[in-house]
């Protein structure tokens, strides 16, 4: 990321802990040694499932929610025992709602008041952001009379006008019909980009993360499985969930076995074929992870596996098109492997099917511990 | 014919839910009704089911006037979103429940029961109740007891709705596969418009209370009858740009002329609107006759694409979808977008009807 450089650390995060405990309740431990860097201007997803603990994280950065251990620092200051109006974040949470009794304009200028601006630049300020999110048409009407998806839209609205150090947002985009959103998450992150503005975000969403963020923080059991960009969550997932999370459809996994065979690599699955990879096509990291261990879990996405030429045979179970992409499903070594291809492919249900992948697509885990052994397109 | 709808219509307080909607499906048809919310679909479903009467028209089932027939006497199976399970029953006496014991006897009817929950793979969990069952299972459960009677007819009102996205994923695969095993007629109601392309052999596009297209799914997305249509199907969706092509087929973008070819000279004059999917169009550093001018403002990266919002110097925003491949190699910036004219819709801008496409459709 050449844009972040020179960028100084903006947020760190020092092993912060959550643990809710309620009488007659069984203790629950949401978030768990936490440590995390962010650069000046950097997009930050927090993305996991319900209960991985993203937004117990952002409400502890908020203030929202009180912090059982850890620190937290912010533009160079402390600020876990702060109030939230005190820690210099904007931030769009739901609950955290509209003002009832103001018009949307009022509850967006309301944000730009400790500013101070000349009263005709606020009123500029609030209606290009009004513009960005597509809700100038509403500025004078009361959030009870908005839908779900504009008052959503006024709220990132309020947040999104004012400066702060960092903006903190709560499933920003999840109420939006899909015609606008790849357009609006194109203007926000234009915006953010723009502005040089520090961003994180929560959303169980991959899509959305892709779409807008710098690094995604991958979360699950309260526990930061991988911070990374979405390319190498994608090259390099560091563990078979990652691996499973990130990427639609999920990753084909498969039992297999690992020998050295001469200069090149014979891959044996479970109930199934044995592929002999020529040395040239095998990864140094996946060549010096042989040595070591034979058993291992087998990963290759979808958009890795080769259709209609190969010398893996698979018969055919589905073959949808869905007007940009194929999705083939297919029985392979005992198992479903599934294909997906820009390419319109002619193949039935009950037919047989090539198929291959190429060893710098495969990514090796421990069958065990999940841990990520080696992958296809890393340096050794 | 198994089904077929003739004008039916329906409304609610004085407002068409339903519009002299008309539609057949023959013995084994999977068709997928789809559209935007409040269009009508459930009512639709609930027409043929048995549970709302129309004001007007026909229900025919097997050539039989079945419009003002009781549910149970029309052989239809029904699952929906909410899977409806009876929550003290076990799951087996749920799938079981949708059959009489009078009419079949104990045995045949476990033996029925025993058949559909082995093909959908939840033989396993008969014995708990419904809330020991996972989502997946539910759903399951909810659809084999819509099975097990050999329904003629078939209505899934959205079932995958509620189940989480691997699962909803991994049943797209295989629902169309199960379902055409048993031979039933299917209408399958869902807001997803991937789901709906996948599951269907038709999609029927329902739009306040009409329907405005049925088709093959690729017919759908290549050829749509209208802008309305173009505009349902495709992440990221269509780019449309309001155009008025000239007699040689030229149409006025950002300030460039850019030929589209002669099929489109035929509405030549007519204001018109035209769809070019984020697929269809490129991005470069280098303008040439066929090029417009943008300003690159934000890449967002999808799953196996790159989506690039550009924009135009009077404001208008486009989508553009690029290999993953290409991911990062555009800068942000001024730049120049070209589409592939070939991959062109072209709809009547008064009345959205489509009335010239490029070549490739």
Known sequence: ?380 | MALRLQALSKSYGGKTVIDALSLEATSGDIVTVFGPSGGGKTVLLRLIAGIEVPESGQVLIDGTDMTYATPDARGIGMAFQNYALFPHMSAYDNVASALTPRKLGESEIRSRVNHIVRLLKIDHVMGHKPRELSNGQKQRTALARALVGAPKILLLDDPLRNVDAKLRYEMRLELPVLLRKFGSTVLYVTQDYKEAMAIGNRIAVLIAGRIVQVATPSEIYDRPATVEVARLFGDPGINLFDVTPDTDGRVAIANAQLSIGAEFASAAGVPCVLGIRPDAITVSQTANGATFPVDVVAETPLNDRSVLLLRTADGKEVLAALPASAAGTTPIGAAHAAFASASALMFDRASGLSIARGARP
Not at chain 1, 147 to 154: I, K, W
Not at chain 1, 287 to 292: F, P, T
Not at chain 1, 362 to 378: K, N, Q
Request: aromatic share 4%; glycine share 8%; with cysteine.
């Open chain 1, 1 to 380: 990321m050449s844009k972040f450089v020179t960028a100084a650390d903006v947020l760190v995060i020092d092993k912060l802990n959550k643990v809710y405990g309620r009488p007659d309740k069984p203790i629950v431990h949401a978030v768990k040694d936490l440590s995390m860097t962010i650069r000046k201007g950097e997009i930050i997803a927090l993305l996991g499932s319900s209960g991985c603990g993203k937004t117990s994280t952002l409400r502890m950065i908020a203030g929202l929610e009180s912090v059982s251990s850890g620190s937290i620092q912010l533009a160079g200051n402390r600020i876990e025992a702060l109030p939230p109006s005190k820690r210099g974040v904007a931030m769009a949470f739901e609950g955290y709602s509209l003002y009832p009794p103001l018009t949307v304009r009022d509850n967006i200028a309301f944000a730009l008041k400790a500013q101070k601006l000349a009263a005709s630049d606020a009123s500029k300020r609030v209606i290009e952001t009004a513009r960005l999110v597509d809700i100038e048409g509403v500025l004078d009407r009361y959030p009870s009379s908005i839908s779900g998806g504009q008052q959503q839209r006024a709220s990132l609205a309020r947040a999104l006008v004012r400066k702060a150090d960092l903006y903190l947002l709560d499933e920003p985009m999840g109420q939006l019909e899909p015609q606008l959103r790849a357009v609006l998450r194109g203007r926000i992150k234009s915006l953010l980009n723009d502005n040089a503005m520090t961003a994180i975000f929560v959303t169980h969403d991959q899509t959305e993360a892709n779409a807008l963020a710098d690094r995604i923080a991958v979360m699950e059991g309260g526990v930061l499985q991988q911070f990374a960009s979405q390319k190498d969550l994608k090259i390099k997932p560091s563990n078979l969930f990652v691996a499973t999370f990130i990427g639609e459809p999920p990753m084909n996994v498969f039992d297999a076995s690992l020998t050295r065979s001469g200069e090149g690599v014979s891959l044996a699955l479970q109930d199934g074929p044995s592929i002999s990879l020529p040395a040239g096509e095998v990864s140094p990291a996946v060549l010096n992870a042989i040595g070591s261990r034979h058993t291992i879990t087998l990963g290759i996405r979808p958009q890795n596996v080769e259709v209609a030429h190969g010398g893996l045979k698979g018969i055919v179970t589905s073959n949808q098109w869905l007007g940009d992409q194929s999705h083939i499903a297919a029985e392979f070594a005992g198992k479903t492997i599934v294909a997906v291809t820009s390419a319109r492919v002619a193949a039935r249900p009950g037919a047989e099917m090539p198929l291959s992948f190429s060893a710098a697509d495969m990514h090796l885990f421990d069958s065990e511990t999940g841990a990520a052994i080696a992958h296809g397109r890393e340096a050794a």
